[in-house]
């Protein structure tokens, strides 16, 4: 006779509960840890992303230079052409001339250079192959006369006297700063053409040939030798003749 089948007893309902609110902690738990994993990353890749800016910004802070404010104003000493007399260039093929210098108590280097000549006539031509701006650091620069009336026939070069002008990236006039670039415009040259050749059989004459020889005649110790003996001869004898009639 076969046995009759055991029947399991009901969980009690408090048991359950238990259970249920166990795992519902388990899960929360695990959510809240997901949720903390989640933020950490986050922040760290916020911290990843903020700390080159950060970098850059203290390595730009570190890169700033205070200029002293005992310092003189620095500039520039033209070595060539020398400024003891007045240099005159001829503008002709192949006459290249060039300016040269020395930087003075430059504390602050400059990006570029503006060099320009200034005519007496009001006239300001760039000076230079590349239009008159050089690198700061440069301490000289060559200019092609011939080859600048060349390219620009709407204003040439004027036969007059100019002046030199190099300032720096703060433009013509700027204040005078301690350390930084003084505009510099002491040099003064001319420049001139010369005239093209005319062969004596097409009509040229010497305009002052004539009044030079006249010139050098007067002058010469003999002609004044010459002129003073009748001056002395002549007034002897109208003393002479004087003294006769009475």
Partial sequence: MAEPAKRTPAPEPALVARQQNGQNGQAAQNGQAAQNGQAAQNGQANGQQ?????????????TTT???????????????????????YKVAPGNIITFAWNFTSLFVTPTHLTVSAICDNGNTYPVGPTDGIIPGTATSVTWDLYSYNQANPQLPLAQQTYQLNIWDDRGPGAAIAPGQFRENN??????????????????????????GVTMAYATHPVTISLITTFLVMFLSGYALLRQALH
């Fill in 186 to 211: 002491a040099l003064r040259f001319a420049i001139y053409t010369p005239q093209s050749y005319t062969p004596i059989a097409s009509g040229w004459q010497c305009t002052g040939c004539n009044s």
């Fill in 50 to 62: 903020a700390n080159p800016q950060n970098g850059a910004v203290s390595q730009a802070a570190s």
């Fill in 66 to 88: 205070s200029i002293p404010q005992t310092l003189p104003a620095g500039g520039l000493t033209i070595t060539q052409p020398p400024q003891t007399a007045t240099s005159y």
